[in-house]
């Protein structure tokens, strides 16, 4: 199992661009997770989802959209990005009970210029 | 409002023992993680605690008051490789994982 794999692993973006941020698990998780961690800071929940064609709003969603039309992938979309928008992003993924832990993507590493 | 708090930064010396505190106010709790997390890496799963007491991993030992809503990860037989950052995340009552902001432990030789 690859487990949760995210691409890219770096992007620089200008102000106003666009991009998709990739994100797949093999582990026929249910739950799919979203987040950004800015330096020095915890983990900010942008956006999840509880299964294939159901997503809902984290903490912060603002500037960003998402979809999962599969179980295996949730991608996560930029539009007209901003600087305010530098962060790491990771993605993670869980089984159904409460309990389980997130198991996380190795992250992509976005600068906005 | 909801909050976690951990202490910014620990430092702790080669083979000693140290415990790394958090302290939630969250609306509703239904457990506890404890995460590990390398500079520029992924978090990684150390522990667990729903019950109160104390669960032991080994090197890692993680305890837990509900009633006082604190936690305390006790790391023993200390390593250069255990500096890292710790974060500490409580599960609400919409079943939402709350991340505190970390704890960034200084290992010294």
């Known amino acids: 199992n690859a487990g949760v794999t995210q691409t890219p692993k770096f992007r620089i973006l200008k102000i106003g661009q666009s991009m998709t941020l990739q994100c797949t698990q093999d582990?026929?998780?249910?739950?799919m997770y979203w987040y950004r961690q800015d330096p020095g800071m915890g983990l900010k929940l942008i956006y999840y989802?509880?299964?294939?064609?159901?997503?809902d709003k984290g903490e912060v969603p603002n500037g960003y959209n998402v979809s999962r039309s599969t179980t295996e992938d949730f991608p996560l979309r930029l539009e007209l990005a901003a600087p305010s928008q530098t962060s790491v992003y990771f993605c993670?993924?869980?089984?159904?009970?409460?309990?389980?832990?997130?198991?996380f993507g190795p992250g992509t590493r976005l600068t906005v210029l | 409002g909801q909050n976690i708090d951990q202490p910014t930064e620990m430092t702790a010396t080669e083979g000693a023992i140290v415990q790394i505190n958090c302290t939630y106010q969250?609306?509703?709790?239904?457990?506890l993680f404890w995460y590990q997390q390398h500079a520029g890496e992924a978090p990684t799963f150390l522990s667990y605690?729903?019950l109160d007491g104390l669960e032991e991993k080994g090197r890692f030992s993680s305890f837990l008051s509900r009633s006082k809503g604190y936690s305390y990860l006790l790391l023993k037989e200390l390593q250069m490789k255990d500096s890292a950052s710790y974060l500490c995340?409580?599960?609400?009552?919409?079943?939402?994982?709350?991340w505190g902001a970390g704890t960034k432990l200084i290992i010294k030789p």
């Open positions: 993670a993924s869980r089984p159904d009970s409460v309990g389980n832990e997130q198991f």
């Open positions: 582990m026929n998780h249910n739950y």
């Open positions: 989802s509880v299964g294939a064609g159901i997503t």
């Open positions: 969250t609306s509703g709790f239904n457990g």
């Open positions: 605690n729903v």
């Open positions: 995340a409580v599960i609400d009552s919409n079943y939402q994982l709350i």
